[in-house]
Nanobody, 122 residues
Framework: QVQVVESGGGSVQAGGSLLLSCRASGYFFQTCEMAWYRQAPGEERELVASITRDEVRRYVDSVKGRFTIYQNNAKTSVYLQMNSLKTEDTAVYYC????????????????WGQGTQVTVSS
């Protein structure tokens, strides 16, 4: 059974920083891509940042230059360093891990964490 567990959320004042962490564990062959999504109240869930096994990174425009996504060497943990936080960054942040179950599998399956709350106050 695969688990994706986030940590590091909390409350911070605007201009502050937070580091979110996420770890994928359980039985799988390898990760394909890991990402952070967020969902603010009344809003749709959006992709914030993603990183592939080959270290290709993508960011939503609103966080470019402020957030950095990176992963550990084993590609089983992903981190989101969030600097210069704004009130509009307030949301529940979800980690996802796209995992290849076996060495012979072509496809990767997306697994979601439970989410961690980030609240930025003015």
């Amino acid at each position: 059974q695969v688990q994706v567990v986030e940590s590091g959320g909390g409350s911070v004042q605007a201009g502050g920083s937070l580091l979110l962490s996420c770890r994928a564990s359980g039985y799988f062959f390898q990760t394909c891509e890991m990402a952070w999504y967020r969902q603010a109240p009344g809003e749709e869930r959006e992709l914030v940042a993603s990183i592939t096994r080959d270290e290709v990174r993508r960011y939503v425009d609103s966080v470019k230059g402020r957030f950095t996504i990176y992963q550990n060497n084993a590609k089983t943990s992903v981190y989101l360093q969030m600097n210069s936080l704004k009130t509009e960054d307030t949301a529940v942040y979800y980690c996802t891990a796209e995992l290849r179950a076996g060495s012979g599998d072509r496809d990767c399956t997306q697994h979601w964490g439970q989410g961690t709350q980030v609240t930025v106050s003015s």
